[in-house]
């Protein structure tokens, strides 16, 4: 088996047999001629909402980097997690969500999903018992993510895997977060992954996509199925884009997570500091689940400051290099307050975050720069 680097620079990507270009071309084609009527089509192609040659080689590509059979790339990351939503569950059946799920996902089950009878618990997935005791007979589905957002909480995918599975549910793990270069879900006993690949994936900032991979032949067919009957499909240049940014995957997930590392080490130490949320942190609760399913921890940082929400909004305004902006996994560092940004839809719920919490996405700029800007703000403003 190929190596990890050599997959997100080459599988699904061979150069183009007709014009030996080296990189995959983009096909805004809508529409491929047809052999005749009703016979074979020259290319496998027919429609690209069905399929397009540029979307195929970004999921052959994500397949092979989570190590999946099937990956179906979509137009955000909601778009993928309605389709697969849709698929799994029918009206009566039970899912289990996080307790500090993504805002959207929430959203997407507390808004749209209960009108068509769907029933949802929130769960601590850190806690293997609080899932056994949330399952019900009629619960198809648990949706994990680990690490979770804003709060960096660690799930022992395996364990989740266990009891989901026991229970007869299917476990969906959002490894968003992690990346697929830092944990790979299916290998744990997860059923399918899903990504936000506007995020690290994509890495870039630049284009909004989403994924679903799975090793399950029945359950891609399924996917492809509901993906095509409602239309959430990527354009060609997005998937274009998504698979440019991948293949840089490795160099900057080694790099995000170095430079959280040193981003950790400067928060731990500072008086305006109440707590530093960061799973490689020893005394995490999750820790060891982590190190142990991971492969390093990661450039997504959380932490509490000790003056409350004003100096938490304070600190959020003064940073410089640091932009105060929503989304993650790009090579530039974000800094946002979840209560009042990402997480506003969930407040007054039961997966409402504290008011003092600072979320950082940490880029791959020179990290003394980063952390000259992160002391400087929490100086005057912390
Ligand atoms: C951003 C995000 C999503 C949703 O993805 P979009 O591409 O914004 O639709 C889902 N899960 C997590 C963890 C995310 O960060």
Known sequence: MRGFSTNAIHAGQAPDPTTGAVITPIH???TFVQDGVGGLRAGGYEYSRSANPTRTALQECLAALEGGRHAVAFG???GASDVLMRVLLKPGDHVVIPHDAYGGTFRLVDKILVQWGVEYTPVDLGDVDALRAALRPSTRLVWCETPTN???????IAALADVAGTAGARLVVDNTFASPYLQ???ALGADVVLHSTTKYVGGHS????????TGDDELAQQLLFTQNSVGSVPGPFDAWLTLRGVKTLALRMERHSDNAERIVELLGGHRAVEKVLYPGLPEHPGHEVAAKQMRRFGGMVSFLVAGGRDAALRVCSATEIFTLAESLGGVESLIEHPGAMTHASVAGSALE???NLVRLSVGIEDVEDLADDLR?????AG
Do not use: E, Q, W, Y
Request: aromatic fraction near 0%.
């Open 150 to 156: 804003p709060l960096l909480g660690i799930a022992d």
């Open 184 to 186: 790979n879900p299916l």
């Open 376 to 380: 400087t703000a929490l100086d005057v």
């Open 28 to 30: 805004p084609s809508s």
């Open 206 to 213: 630049d284009v909004v996509g989403g994924a679903l991979v």
């Open 353 to 355: 975050v504290p008011d």
């Open 76 to 78: 955000s990351g909601m």
